[in-house]
């Protein structure tokens, strides 16, 4: 009888590492990579050309999103979930393109922070090309994704950020998604009184 | 019992790992609708198409009828999206309403789409057809009234797929959006596409499609049927007519029909002659005789296999699979070499080595040590497989296995043409959704053909027709001769080698009719087919052919470097004299009347597209959640099982002590 408490305590002890390691895992290297893109972002908007944050990346910094809260994200080309791993991803919008930049994240690491926000809180983008704008939040909505098919509106004055729904859930894989809507805002000195504060 | 429920779910999510799929695949993806302020969705603009289609020989005219239907109270304007085979000569449009018949003209696109744009705004009805992308074309009808259909109907021609004696016509029917691959430049057509396919079990407006074929093959038939649907016939002596069974179908996926003559032993020859203005076209279809026998020239095969991240999975061990199966059929004294790629690429062997048990035994077991990780860096991979040493004497043949998520396609395409040489590429595409768009294009501009594996089952078939192809004897320094004092402009300009059994297809401008023209070629042996032109035959299209012929080589110029600025004028040029859409080109047509009072405001509608059947999942919606919170608590409850097994065992112990 003891002898199988142990194998089982054994079992657990070794379970319970490879649960914490793999979790930690996921956790560091979405915390990691955020500061390596950062390098990668830094050289884009000098060199104006894509840069990969590591040799073998599939993806690359193509935005700085910065919260209500003053923290910065960079945001990956790509919403493969290799990418989305790393940091926030584009799905549709950016340079060139006439839809609203539209960005998914993960729940759990990156895009915890959708949680909190209220609408009229300011964010901000940073596009590769160096262009700022500026947006207020106006909408959340909780969408089942597998209910209503896709449109992203026809408006670059838009930008849209998307992740899983609810916040708290356990599993991935629910087709629930919290969708936030903010709208170009005019001023520009919103986001930087907040972030100082 | 407990503890077993744990074990269990701590095997899933191991399992879950070790196939290696994205998270976000097992998101049972749907799709995302904004709804606009008011929170209502009106009822948009729907389409049902008819397509008339006449195949003669190796070419189809098809006459597609889209019929846009505003069911709502508003005017509406719609667009709709949607795909024509890749070699389509788009050269009439006519937009009807109730019985009045307005004929397009073709225009500059930008001329075209500010025509379009004012008579939009002054609320007369009219339609535009413009092309996005080689195989995608866009149709816009303005100003249709509440309640009303408003009927665009496009012609175009097409040469069909030729195997041999095997024939294929496709009528594309809906969009297959593409997996986001991550493209070094955002894709606009990504997100293009992304907006007019409906999401699996979203709404479509693009309904039903009729279809009718008048088929005369140009000989007698050994076999007729479709792959993708029921079809009914009935044979009129040479001439079939052809219907799908279930009446209208649904426009979720292509209609493919195929046919396969009856093999008289010569080889095939089709012809059509057009005169315009004095001006004498013609069309040329031959296809060298199957010889039967299996290549006399040594062949040295190198194979490129993709082990990036996206391979993951089941594409791996399809990859794998397929490249086990070709080591087999590599025969003793052949040569061949492998490059594995993710971030970095390996050579097997430092050069090709000759096929013997050895070398083949080191090659399987390189395989089987092939692991999915990393990225796809393609170019720098294909150009150190291109650049190993030539074995003079062998026919260099290149297979690359591949998903195709690559971004810089069209520094790919340049390299392959700088570097191939006389070489040919194929591709094998891996996957359930592989960028068929970018093998099709690579196996083209390296002269070779793309397979398709997308299913464990589908391997031993796909890489036995590869071989088949691989194994042939070459068919080198093909020509066409004419008589002297005959110019001809020739599309394509370079004629390729071709395996015996393919279809050598040139379109020519001439300067006179000539009475004969010989095609001769070299394979095992001199090969020589003498061909006379019908002249007295006029058949309409020819000259359109060989304009979209021009056209398309033109277009690949710019694919490879050529400065754009340069090749549009000549494209514009023959468009506009042939009435082609093109990239450059579009057709318009206006109604006079003016149909929307001023005051009544206009809807905007995008048809979406029916989702391709047996899609499951929508690239649309990324997976957004880790497991890592169910990690951490599962990790949680082990500590706490931990906890209390230790403080058992150490009272258990103190109890013994």
Same mark, same amino acid.
């Given at each position: 009888?003891?002898?199988?408490?142990?194998?089982?305590?054994?079992?657990?002890?070794?379970?319970?590492?490879?649960?914490?390691?793999?979790?930690?895992?996921?956790?560091?290297?979405?915390?990691?990579?955020?500061?390596?893109?950062?390098?990668?972002?830094?050289?884009?908007?000098?060199?104006?050309?894509?840069?990969?944050?590591?040799?073998?990346?599939?993806?690359?910094?193509?935005?700085?999103?910065?919260?209500?809260?003053?923290?910065?994200?960079?945001?990956?080309?790509?919403?493969?979930?290799?990418?989305?791993?790393?940091?926030?991803?584009?799905?549709?919008?950016? /340079?060139?393109?006439?839809?609203?930049?539209?960005?998914?994240?993960?729940?759990?690491?990156?895009?915890?922070?959708?949680?909190?926000?209220?609408?009229?809180?300011?964010?901000?983008?940073?596009?590769?090309?160096?262009?700022?704008?500026?947006?207020?939040?106006?909408?959340?909505?909780? /969408?089942?994704?597998?209910?209503?098919?896709?449109?992203?509106?026809?408006?670059?004055?838009?930008? /849209?950020?998307?992740?899983?729904?609810?916040?708290?859930?356990?599993?991935?894989?629910?087709?629930?998604?919290?969708?936030?809507?903010?709208?170009?805002?005019?001023?520009?000195?919103?986001?930087?009184?907040?972030?100082?504060? | 019992?407990?503890?077993?429920?744990?074990?269990?779910?701590?095997?899933?999510?191991?399992?879950?790992?070790?196939?290696?799929?994205?998270?976000?695949?097992?998101?049972?993806?749907?799709?995302?609708?904004?709804?606009?302020?008011?929170?209502?969705?009106?009822?948009?603009?729907?389409?049902?198409?008819?397509?008339?289609?006449?195949?003669?020989?190796?070419?189809?005219?098809?006459?597609?009828?889209?019929?846009?239907?505003?069911?709502?109270?508003?005017?509406?304007?719609?667009?709709?999206?949607?795909?024509?085979?890749?070699?389509?000569?788009?050269?009439?449009?006519?937009?009807?309403?109730?019985?009045?018949?307005?004929?397009?003209?073709?225009?500059?696109?930008?001329?075209?789409?500010?025509?379009?744009?004012?008579?939009?705004?002054?609320?007369?009805?009219?339609?535009?057809?413009?092309?996005?992308?080689?195989?995608?074309?866009?149709?816009?009808?303005?100003?249709?009234?509440?309640?009303?259909?408003?009927?665009?109907?496009?012609?175009?021609?097409?040469?069909?797929?030729?195997?041999?004696?095997?024939?294929?016509?496709?009528?594309?029917?809906?969009?297959?959006? +593409?997996?986001?691959?991550?493209?070094?430049?955002?894709?606009?057509?990504?997100?293009?596409?992304?907006?007019?396919?409906?999401?699996? #079990?979203?709404?479509?407006?693009?309904? %039903?499609?009729?279809?009718?074929?008048?088929?005369?093959?140009?000989?007698?038939?050994?076999?007729?049927?479709?792959?993708?649907?029921?079809?009914?016939?009935?044979?009129?002596?040479?001439?079939?007519?052809?219907?799908?069974?279930?009446?209208?179908?649904?426009?979720?996926?292509?209609?493919?029909?195929?046919?396969?003559?009856?093999?008289?032993?010569?080889?095939?020859?089709?012809?059509?002659?057009?005169?315009?203005?004095?001006?004498?076209?013609?069309?040329?279809?031959?296809?060298?005789?199957?010889?039967?026998?299996?290549?006399?020239?040594?062949?040295? %095969?190198?194979?490129?296999?993709?082990?990036?991240?996206?391979?993951?999975?089941?594409?791996?061990?399809?990859?794998?699979?397929?490249?086990?199966?070709?080591?087999?059929?590599?025969?003793?004294?052949?040569?061949?070499?492998?490059?594995?790629?993710?971030?970095?690429?390996?050579?097997?062997?430092?050069?090709?080595?000759?096929?013997?048990?050895?070398?083949?035994?080191?090659?399987?077991?390189?395989?089987?040590?092939?692991?999915?990780?990393?990225?796809?860096?393609?170019?720098?991979?294909?150009?150190?497989?291109?650049?190993?040493?030539?074995?003079?004497?062998?026919?260099?043949?290149?297979?690359?296995?591949?998903?195709?998520?690559? #971004?810089?396609?069209?520094?790919?395409?340049?390299?392959?043409?700088?570097?191939?040489?006389?070489? +040919?590429?194929?591709?094998?595409?891996?996957?359930?959704?592989?960028?068929?768009?970018?093998?099709? +294009?690579?196996?083209?501009?390296?002269?070779?053909?793309?397979?398709?594996?997308?299913?464990?089952?589908?391997?031993?078939?796909?890489?036995?027709?590869?071989?088949?192809?691989?194994?042939?004897?070459?068919?080198?320094?093909?020509?066409?001769?004419?008589?002297? #004092?005959?110019?001809?402009?020739?599309?394509?300009?370079?004629?390729?080698?071709?395996?015996?059994?393919?279809?050598?297809?040139?379109?020519?401008?001439?300067?006179?009719?000539?009475?004969?023209?010989?095609?001769?070629?070299?394979?095992?042996?001199?090969?020589?087919?003498?061909?006379?032109?019908?002249?007295?035959?006029?058949?309409?299209?020819?000259?359109?052919?060989?304009?979209?012929?021009?056209?398309?080589?033109?277009?690949?110029?710019?694919?490879?470097?050529?400065?754009?600025?340069?090749?549009?004028?000549?494209?514009?040029?023959?468009?506009?004299?042939?009435?082609?859409?093109?990239?450059?080109?579009?057709?318009?047509?206006?109604?006079?009347?003016?149909?929307?009072?001023?005051?009544?405001?206009?809807?905007?509608?995008?048809?979406?597209?029916?989702?391709?059947?047996?899609?499951?999942?929508?690239?649309?919606?990324?997976?957004?959640?880790?497991?890592?919170?169910?990690?951490?608590?599962?990790?949680?409850?082990?500590?706490?099982?931990?906890?209390?097994?230790?403080?058992?065992?150490?009272?258990?112990?103190?109890?013994?002590?």
């Amino acid at each position: 009888m003891a002898r199988l408490e142990r194998g089982v305590l054994t079992l657990s002890l070794a379970g319970l590492l490879g649960l914490a390691g793999w979790a930690s895992w996921l956790d560091g290297k979405a915390w990691l990579a955020q500061h390596l893109i950062a390098h990668a972002w830094q050289t884009t908007l000098e060199q104006g050309e894509p840069q990969r944050p590591w040799p073998w990346a599939d993806t690359w910094p193509v935005a700085q999103l910065t919260t209500p809260a003053g923290k910065t994200l960079y945001v990956l080309e790509s919403t493969s979930g290799e990418a989305l791993a790393f940091g926030p991803g584009r799905l549709a919008g950016g /340079i060139g393109s006439d839809q609203a930049l539209t960005l998914a994240g993960h729940r759990d690491t990156h895009f915890a922070f959708l949680e909190t926000l209220n609408p009229g809180q300011p964010l901000a983008v940073q596009l590769a090309d160096g262009s700022q704008q500026h947006f207020q939040i106006s909408r959340q909505q909780v /969408i089942n994704s597998q209910q209503h098919p896709l449109h992203i509106p026809r408006d670059n004055q838009q930008l /849209i950020m998307i992740t899983c729904y609810p916040f708290g859930a356990l599993t991935p894989g629910g087709p629930l998604r919290y969708v936030v809507t903010a709208t170009s805002a005019p001023t520009s000195n919103t986001v930087n009184n907040q972030a100082e504060q | 019992m407990k503890l077993t429920l744990f074990f269990s779910l701590l095997l899933l999510t191991f399992t879950a790992q070790a196939n290696g799929q994205p998270w976000q695949d097992e998101v049972a993806t749907g799709a995302l609708l904004l709804v606009d302020e008011q929170g209502q969705i009106q009822p948009a603009t729907l389409l049902d198409t008819d397509a008339h289609i006449t195949v003669s020989g190796p070419l189809a005219e098809v006459t597609l009828t889209q019929r846009f239907h505003n069911p709502s109270q508003q005017f509406r304007e719609g667009r709709y999206l949607f795909p024509l085979p890749e070699n389509a000569a788009v050269d009439g449009m006519v937009l009807t309403i109730g019985d009045r018949r307005i004929v397009g003209r073709i225009d500059r696109k930008a001329e075209a789409e500010k025509t379009y744009r004012q008579a939009r705004a002054s609320g007369k009805k009219a339609s535009l057809v413009s092309q996005q992308r080689p195989n995608l074309f866009t149709t816009a009808v303005a100003n249709i009234a509440p309640g009303e259909t408003v009927q665009v109907e496009l012609h175009y021609q097409q040469t069909l797929n030729v195997d041999g004696h095997r024939f294929q016509l496709r009528l594309p029917l809906t969009l297959t959006p +593409r997996f986001t691959p991550p493209t070094e430049a955002p894709h606009t057509l990504d997100s293009l596409l992304r907006n007019t396919v409906a999401a699996p #079990g979203g709404t479509a407006d693009a309904g %039903t499609a009729s279809v009718h074929i008048d088929l005369d093959a140009g000989a007698r038939l050994a076999t007729l049927g479709s792959p993708s649907h029921a079809i009914h016939y009935q044979r009129h002596g040479r001439r079939y007519t052809i219907t799908p069974k279930a009446g209208a179908i649904a426009m979720d996926r292509d209609l493919l029909l195929n046919w396969e003559l009856e093999d008289t032993g010569e080889p095939l020859v089709t012809r059509f002659h057009e005169e315009i203005d004095g001006e004498h076209y013609a069309l040329l279809m031959v296809v060298p005789p199957e010889t039967g026998q299996v290549t006399a020239l040594p062949r040295e %095969t190198l194979f490129i296999i993709d082990s990036s991240g996206s391979m993951g999975g089941a594409p791996m061990r399809q990859a794998k699979a397929s490249l086990h199966l070709a080591l087999q059929r590599l025969k003793p004294g052949d040569r061949f070499n492998i490059t594995d790629f993710d971030s970095q690429h390996t050579l097997l062997f430092e050069t090709p080595v000759t096929v013997s048990d050895n070398s083949r035994q080191q090659a399987q077991d390189f395989v089987d040590g092939l692991q999915a990780s990393g990225g796809t860096h393609m170019l720098p991979a294909l150009s150190a497989t291109l650049s190993q040493p030539v074995s003079d004497g062998y026919l260099r043949q290149v297979i690359f296995i591949t998903d195709g998520a690559v #971004g810089n396609e069209n520094g790919i395409f340049r390299a392959l043409q700088q570097q191939l040489g006389e070489a +040919r590429l194929f591709t094998v595409g891996i996957g359930s959704a592989p960028n068929s768009h970018f093998m099709t +294009r690579a196996a083209q501009f390296g002269r070779g053909s793309f397979t398709y594996i997308n299913d464990q089952n589908q391997v031993q078939q796909g890489m036995d027709t590869l071989f088949r192809r691989l194994e042939s004897p070459l068919m080198r320094n093909l020509q066409v001769q004419l008589p002297d #004092g005959i110019v001809a402009e020739r599309w394509p300009q370079k004629l390729p080698d071709l395996y015996a059994g393919e279809p050598l297809l040139v379109a020519m401008k001439l300067s006179a009719p000539p009475e004969h023209i010989t095609v001769s070629g070299y394979s095992t042996q001199h090969w020589q087919q003498p061909v006379t032109l019908p002249t007295n035959n006029n058949h309409p299209g020819t000259a359109s052919l060989w304009a979209r012929r021009k056209i398309a080589d033109l277009m690949d110029r710019i694919t490879l470097g050529a400065a754009e600025t340069d090749i549009a004028p000549l494209i514009t040029d023959v468009a506009l004299r042939h009435q082609l859409v093109s990239r450059y080109t579009s057709f318009i047509a206006v109604e006079e009347t003016v149909s929307r009072p001023a005051h009544e405001p206009l809807l905007h509608d995008t048809i979406r597209n029916q989702t391709p059947h047996g899609t499951q999942h929508s690239a649309a919606w990324p997976g957004t959640a880790t497991p890592a919170p169910l990690l951490w608590r599962l990790a949680g409850v082990l500590l706490m099982v931990c906890l209390l097994l230790w403080l058992r065992q150490r009272s258990l112990n103190h109890g013994a002590a």
